[in-house]
């Protein structure tokens, strides 16, 4: 078995932090993880710290400045249901969509209406590198849609409609600036 790409980063989990828009590494697509290891493990760790501390239900790799396939979620239904996704692939299972609200924590203070389907089978690994399969059509369906977009480089921002941008455009204009 050949060497991990993430093996020859050196990576210090306990210093990685959640980046905002519009750091760079949010819009690149990210790479597959090729071996579910102690560092991917020491990562979602951290991942679950960081997002716990933003009062967040879901945090992607890329928001912490991993070009990684992966994301963490909390069940908002269920606060006790934490899980982690590696290579996840989604499939809509109902294609009725609900418009809802939805913040990121790489873009604090921006609030979007998101149009996403209803019903989500999500496939991938977890920490063990075992293979993980669910469905829902609970909230937790647009938290996965969410996280998944972030691992193609796309944000809430790219889904504003003209409405969404005037309300926001303050706080895009406070962020670009830093």
């Given at each position: 078995?050949?060497?991990?790409?993430?093996?020859?980063?050196?990576?210090?989990?306990?210093?990685?932090?959640i980046l905002t828009h519009p750091h760079?590494?949010?819009?690149?697509?990210?790479?597959?993880?090729?071996?579910?290891?102690?560092?991917?493990?020491?990562?979602?760790?951290?991942?679950?710290?960081?997002?716990?501390?933003?009062?967040?239900?879901?945090?992607?790799?890329?928001?912490?400045?991993?070009?990684?396939?992966?994301?963490?979620?909390?069940?908002?239904?269920?606060?006790?249901?934490?899980?982690?996704?590696?290579?996840?692939?989604?499939?809509?299972?109902?294609?009725?969509?609900?418009?809802?609200?939805?913040?990121?924590?790489?873009?604090?203070?921006?609030?979007?209406?998101?149009?996403?389907?209803?019903g989500i089978r999500i496939r991938g690994?977890?920490?063990?590198?075992?293979?993980?399969?669910?469905?829902?059509?609970?909230?937790?369906?647009?938290?996965?849609?969410?996280?998944?977009?972030?691992?193609?480089?796309?944000?809430?921002?790219?889904?504003?409609?003209?409405?969404?941008?005037?309300?926001?455009?303050?706080?895009?204009?406070?962020?670009?600036?830093?």
């Amino acid at each position: 078995m050949g060497v991990s790409y993430h093996a020859l980063m050196t990576i210090d989990p306990g210093n990685l932090g959640i980046l905002t828009h519009p750091h760079p590494t949010l819009r690149m697509p990210a790479q597959p993880v090729e071996e579910v290891d102690d560092l991917v493990r020491a990562v979602a760790v951290r991942m679950f710290q960081l997002m716990e501390e933003a009062a967040g239900i879901g945090l992607a790799a890329p928001q912490i400045g991993l070009s990684w396939r992966m994301f963490v979620t909390r069940d908002p239904e269920d606060e006790t249901k934490n899980s982690v996704w590696i290579n996840p692939e989604l499939e809509v299972i109902e294609d009725s969509k609900e418009s809802d609200e939805e913040g990121c924590l790489s873009l604090p203070g921006i609030l979007v209406n998101v149009n996403r389907p209803l019903g989500i089978r999500i496939r991938g690994l977890n920490e063990r590198g075992e293979p993980v399969d669910e469905v829902s059509n609970e909230h937790i369906a647009r938290v996965w849609q969410h996280e998944h977009d972030h691992l193609d480089g796309r944000l809430i921002i790219d889904r504003m409609s003209s409405m969404d941008r005037l309300r926001n455009r303050r706080a895009l204009r406070d962020l670009k600036r830093g």
